[in-house]
């Protein structure tokens, strides 16, 4: 990971390259911050420029993630009752390489792993002290990541505690965690505190204008529907095919859930809508979980004169966004906010998708004709 292409943060980068220029590195540091702030990737390059100043041959092998004094640990699974992450080594640098913003849920679809907790066990830390203890094999530094450190399980923490009071000779230590909150207080203690801010909108914008062909009014949306993540906005840039696809399910629905209350027997294209949208994949079930929420609350600004936060409005079809935005109010969005996050609950334990599609499909008629 070079420098270049991480997304914004100039004055952080400076800082960063400013402490290894003025050997001001601290041997432990922890980067706190959302994974889509850039953390990995600024822990990677930060690691790239301490070995390029030692030896600048060998430090491209950091982008490819081939360096063998750059260790990276991070949460997985136990398989036969081994906490390593050996067995999952590969996987997770083909995740990096392509997605180097991607975050704990990323790596838990690619593991398929939703139902067991993703954790860095003891095992894991036993290994780090064997691998540490050999020399180095470029001559210069070693430099261990540790991605997502707060999912060390107790027993990890405190050997990674001793392993923190006494690093090996050359040896620099790079937490990155999306919060402080499940570290151990005495490994907080030990660490130099780097906070990663979220990404400028101006950063980003000017970022997907060198990458990307969209128009002006796609760009303005994705930079703030992404709220300085660059994994969101990635993940918006790649489903852009299927805004048509969801935009048109929600004028389906909506229509449908109109006719309802004057005639019941509409119940059933509900039932048929839900079906549908059932075959999908969880994912994009999700996502377009993700997009009927955001109508919502878009039409909720709409409808209380917030028009100059209203980013995106439904005009195809002859759907009337104004007239449907009448309908969503302090009285009901609270409710259909709620149904959604409870539908996005049941997906992520694989509850039945028509069932969970349907009761939704249904619940929403009803509070979309509660009155203000």
Same mark, same amino acid.
């Given at each position: 990971?070079?420098?270049e292409?991480i997304?914004?943060?100039?004055?952080?980068k400076?800082l960063l390259?400013?402490s290894?220029?003025d050997?001001?590195?601290?041997?432990?540091?922890?980067?706190?911050g959302?994974?889509?702030?850039?953390t990995?990737?600024l822990?990677m390059?930060f690691?790239?420029?301490?070995?390029r100043?030692e030896?600048e041959?060998?430090?491209?092998?950091?982008?490819?993630?081939?360096?063998?004094?750059?260790h990276?640990?991070?949460?997985?699974f136990?398989?036969k009752?081994?906490?390593?992450?050996?067995?999952?080594?590969?996987?997770?640098?083909e995740?990096?390489?392509?997605?180097?913003?991607?975050?704990? =849920?990323?790596?838990s679809?690619?593991?398929?792993s939703?139902?067991?907790?993703? $954790?860095i066990?003891?095992?894991?830390?036993?290994?780090l002290n064997?691998?540490?203890a050999l020399?180095?094999f =470029?001559?210069?530094?070693k430099?261990?990541?540790?991605?997502?450190?707060?999912?060390?399980n107790?027993?990890?923490?405190?050997?990674?505690?001793?392993?923190l009071e006494e690093?090996p000779k050359?040896?620099?230590? &790079?937490l $990155?965690?999306?919060?402080?909150?499940? &570290?151990?207080? $005495?490994?907080?203690s030990r660490t130099?505190?780097v906070?990663?801010?979220? &990404?400028?909108?101006?950063?980003? =914008?000017?970022?997907? +204008?060198n +990458?990307?062909?969209?128009s002006?009014?796609?760009?303005r949306?994705?930079?703030f529907?992404?709220?300085g993540?660059?994994?969101?906005?990635?993940?918006?840039?790649? $489903?852009?095919?299927t805004?048509?696809?969801f935009?048109q399910?929600?004028?389906?629905?909506v229509?449908?859930?109109? +006719?309802?209350k004057k005639? %019941?027997?509409?119940?059933?294209?509900i039932?048929?809508?839900?079906?549908n949208?059932?075959?999908?994949n969880?994912?994009?079930q999700k996502?377009?979980?993700d997009y009927?929420? =955001?109508?919502?609350?878009?039409a909720?600004? +709409?409808n209380y004169g917030?028009?100059?936060l209203?980013y995106?409005?439904?005009?195809?079809?002859?759907?009337?966004?104004?007239?449907f935005s009448?309908?969503?109010?302090?009285?009901n969005?609270?409710a259909?906010?709620?149904?959604?996050?409870?539908?996005d609950y049941?997906l992520?334990?694989?509850?039945? %998708?028509?069932?969970?599609w349907t009761?939704l499909? &249904?619940?929403l008629?009803?509070?979309?004709?509660?009155?203000?």
């Amino acid at each position: 990971m070079n420098w270049e292409q991480i997304v914004g943060q100039e004055k952080l980068k400076n800082l960063l390259i400013e402490s290894i220029e003025d050997k001001r590195v601290g041997h432990a540091q922890l980067f706190v911050g959302k994974a889509g702030y850039g953390t990995l990737p600024l822990a990677m390059a930060f690691s790239k420029e301490i070995f390029r100043r030692e030896n600048e041959l060998s430090s491209s092998k950091v982008e490819h993630l081939n360096h063998l004094d750059l260790h990276i640990s991070f949460p997985v699974f136990k398989e036969k009752n081994s906490g390593l992450t050996d067995p999952f080594r590969q996987s997770f640098r083909e995740m990096i390489l392509e997605h180097p913003y991607a975050n704990d =849920e990323d790596w838990s679809g690619i593991l398929e792993s939703q139902n067991k907790q993703l $954790t860095i066990y003891a095992d894991e830390i036993d290994e780090l002290n064997k691998k540490f203890a050999l020399k180095s094999f =470029e001559g210069g530094s070693k430099i261990l990541i540790v991605w997502q450190a707060d999912k060390m399980n107790n027993v990890a923490a405190n050997k990674f505690l001793k392993f923190l009071e006494e690093p090996p000779k050359d040896t620099y230590i &790079i937490l $990155t965690a999306e919060n402080i909150d499940n &570290i151990l207080p $005495t490994i907080l203690s030990r660490t130099q505190l780097v906070e990663i801010p979220r &990404i400028q909108d101006e950063a980003m =914008e000017s970022f997907i +204008q060198n +990458q990307y062909k969209i128009s002006a009014e796609k760009l303005r949306e994705i930079v703030f529907q992404a709220q300085g993540n660059w994994n969101i906005a990635q993940k918006l840039l790649n $489903t852009e095919n299927t805004d048509s696809e969801f935009e048109q399910l929600f004028i389906n629905w909506v229509r449908e859930a109109f +006719q309802v209350k004057k005639k %019941p027997e509409f119940l059933k294209n509900i039932v048929f809508w839900a079906k549908n949208i059932a075959d999908w994949n969880r994912e994009k079930q999700k996502n377009f979980l993700d997009y009927c929420s =955001e109508m919502f609350r878009l039409a909720l600004l +709409q409808n209380y004169g917030s028009e100059n936060l209203v980013y995106k409005k439904i005009d195809s079809g002859g759907f009337k966004w104004e007239g449907f935005s009448r309908y969503i109010h302090g009285a009901n969005i609270e409710a259909i906010l709620e149904e959604i996050s409870v539908a996005d609950y049941h997906l992520g334990r694989n509850a039945n %998708p028509k069932i969970v599609w349907t009761d939704l499909g &249904i619940k929403l008629s009803r509070y979309i004709h509660k009155s203000a």
